[in-house]
Nanobody
Framework: QVQLVESGGGLVQAGCSLRLSCAAS????????MGWFRQAPGKERKFVAA????????KYADSVKGRFTISRDNAKNTVYLQINSLKPEDTAIYYCATDRVFYREPEVAITLWEYDYWGQGTQVTVST
């Protein structure tokens, strides 16, 4: 059984930074790409960032480029999302997910249906 557990969310002021973590178990973590998505209240879940199984390739949504950085530590079965210069519009529940396809590279999965397992999410709230 694959389990993904996100952590690191919270209530922060605009301009601050957060580092989200997603700990994975139940699958050979190092062979699958990972992604982060977010869902704001009343809105659809949207792609934020993704990283290939090796960590060599990443992709970001245009709205977060330059502020968000995705990384992974295969030895710790963990993927991270560093979020800098937080804005109120970043307020959302952030979810990590695993790619359905193993060893996908150099492309990374960026659509919801390319991911099969999801965490429970971690809330990020940015105040002005």
């Amino acid at each position: 059984q694959v389990q993904l557990v996100e952590s690191g969310g919270g209530l922060v002021q605009a301009g601050c930074s957060l580092r989200l973590s997603c700990a994975a178990s139940g699958r050979t973590f190092s062979t699958y790409g990972m992604g982060w998505f977010r869902q704001a209240p009343g809105k659809e879940r949207k792609f934020v960032a993704a990283i290939s199984w090796s960590g060599a390739n990443t992709k970001y949504a245009d709205s977060v480029k330059g502020r968000f950085t995705i990384s992974r530590d295969n030895a710790k079965n963990t993927v991270y999302l560093q979020i800098n210069s937080l804005k109120p519009e970043d307020t959302a529940i952030y979810y990590c997910a695993t790619d359905r396809v193993f060893y996908r590279e150099p492309e990374v999965a960026i659509t919801l249906w390319e991911y099969d397992y999801w965490g429970q999410g971690t809330q990020v709230t940015v105040s002005t």
